[in-house]
């Protein structure tokens, strides 16, 4: 059973920058794509970044050269790093998994392509 559990949020200020982690210790990471998400509110949930089973990653446009996606196959946790963070970056940020049937499958998803979800982590970013 895949559980997903994501920390690090809390209270930054503008410029900032924060670590969120998604303990994932029923994924195996050659079967998932897993990833995050965000939602602001009154706004649907969007991508942030995906990484697939061979470690390639896919980001949003928005997080590209901003957010780092990375994960440690040995403690089954999954980072984002996220820099610079800004006024309109507050949001409930998700992990999310799906299983991986080829190449391209971890490619553009969306939030309705994943099937597995942790409760969030909430980011807020004051000026």
């Known amino acids: 059973q895949v559980r997903l559990v994501e920390s690090g949020g809390g209270p930054v200020q503008s410029g900032g920058s924060l670590r969120l982690s998604c303990a994932a210790p029923?994924?195996?990471?050659?079967?998932?794509?897993i990833g995050w998400f965000r939602q602001a509110p009154g706004k649907e949930r969007e991508r942030v970044a995906v990484?697939?089973?061979?470690?390639?990653?896919d980001y949003a446009d928005s997080a590209k050269g901003r957010f780092t996606l990375s994960r440690d196959i040995a403690k089954n946790t999954l980072y984002l790093q996220l820099n610079s963070l800004k006024p309109e970056h507050p949001a409930m940020y998700y992990c999310?998994?799906?299983?991986?049937?080829?190449?391209?499958?971890?490619?553009?998803?969306?939030?309705?392509?994943?099937?597995?979800w942790g409760k969030g982590t909430q980011v807020t970013v004051s000026s």
């Open positions: 999310a998994a799906r299983l991986q049937y080829d190449s391209s499958t971890c490619l553009g998803l969306d939030s309705h392509s994943m099937r597995y």
């Open positions: 990484i697939d089973s061979g470690g390639a990653t």
């Open positions: 029923g994924i195996t990471y050659s079967l998932y794509c």
